[in-house]
């Protein structure tokens, strides 16, 4: 046992030391081949085996002659994250507590639909946005998750999802949201350059059109975001006051309502076709009156957009209520007959605490008690 053990680290040691291919870009991976003496075209048979095929194992690249695989195996490594857990919903929605080469953790969550299979990410260990309504918000930010970890997520996804090779027309995992643990634009250089990988046409081409990036307003990368990407946005609002968004989302103290709405009329190629989200988490008489609906539409007016009202998910401790659902229908019908799509989001995988606010507090908890 003493034995095996000693085994298990070494290797993980060794496995450090090699440089992670999931971690590079196309570009940077032909260099990384090439400084190898390994002719160019090797790097697009390799990239083809670990984004269009799952392949985690050189011996497994069956068009790469054998001591061509062995010098790559001394030298590079394809990995995926560890699973700590993994739950599933009683509605089908599956959760992963991943646990990352430095033994931190974050949560990943797949919800199945029937027109369409999402995956919500995570793109930091913690959060540092504080934001009093969400669970996650109360745990400290540890740190950004690396490229080869935001990757990650989706690869074990479609690992266990069976949806390799990534070109199958029947694939299940169709949409990413960057709506998981973290603040994406306060990772947006690791966020990016990941999302580009999984964007590839050569890869897993999830379109830019499929993926949402949900930001708590971090104005000046807005504009960055959409000119670099150009990915579907979401904004988590909640509040139509400076005073009370103070209060829900504490970042609106350094980027004001007016800022933000300027940066969002603003985002590139914004539509009809391609509206902006405005999460709404619905808080009873917080922020759930019919004058609250009729400012926000106020707030919003001439951008595309479409507002996503989410039931408030209680945790312990928490200050809030969740609205009365006559409440939230008065709300979406005012909304809706202003011209904006205002459907309330179903909580999904509550019952494992995957749904909105809820991710790795659980986690956190086991965690104490372990230590207690």
Known sequence: MIQSSLARAENTKQQSELQNLTALSFAELTNAVTERGL????????????WRHGVTDFQDMNNIAKPV????????????????RRQQSSDGTLKWLIRLADGQEAETVYIPEEDRGTLCI??????????SFCHTGTQRLVRNLTVDEICGQILLAMDELGEWPSGNPSRRLTNI???GMG?????????AEAMKIIMSGDGIAISKRRITLSTSGIVPEIARCGVELGVNLAI??????DTLRNELVPINKKYKLNTLIDAVRNYPSLSNARRVTWEYVM???????????????????????????IPFNPWPGSQYNTSKPDKIERFAA???????????????????????????????????????
Not at 72 to 82: E, G, H, S
Not at 183 to 191: A, D
Not at 286 to 291: A, I, W
Request: hydrophobic share 40%; charged share 20%; net charge positive.
């Open 283 to 309: 808080l009873d008489g917080v922020n759930d009156s019919p004058e609250d609906a009729k400012a926000l539409i106020k707030l919003i007016s001439g951008i595309p957009s479409k507002i996503n009202l």
């Open 69 to 84: 695989r062995a010098e790559l195996a001394k030298y590079f490594v394809i990995t995926r994250p560890a699973v700590s």
């Open 183 to 191: 603040e994406p634009l306060f990772n947006y250089n690791n966020v």
């Open 236 to 241: 988590s609002l909640h509040a139509v006051t």
């Open 334 to 372: 005012i909304v809706l007959k202003a011209g904006y799509p205002s459907p309330v989001r179903t909580p999904r995988g509550s019952d494992i605490l995957a749904a909105c606010g809820q991710l790795k507090s659980d986690s956190v908890r086991l965690r104490a008690r372990e230590r207690a």
């Open 39 to 50: 002719p160019k075209f090797r790097a697009k048979q390799i990239w083809s085996w670990i």
């Open 122 to 131: 995570s793109s930091q260990v913690g959060c540092t946005l504080t934001c």
């Open 177 to 179: 949201v960057l709506m």
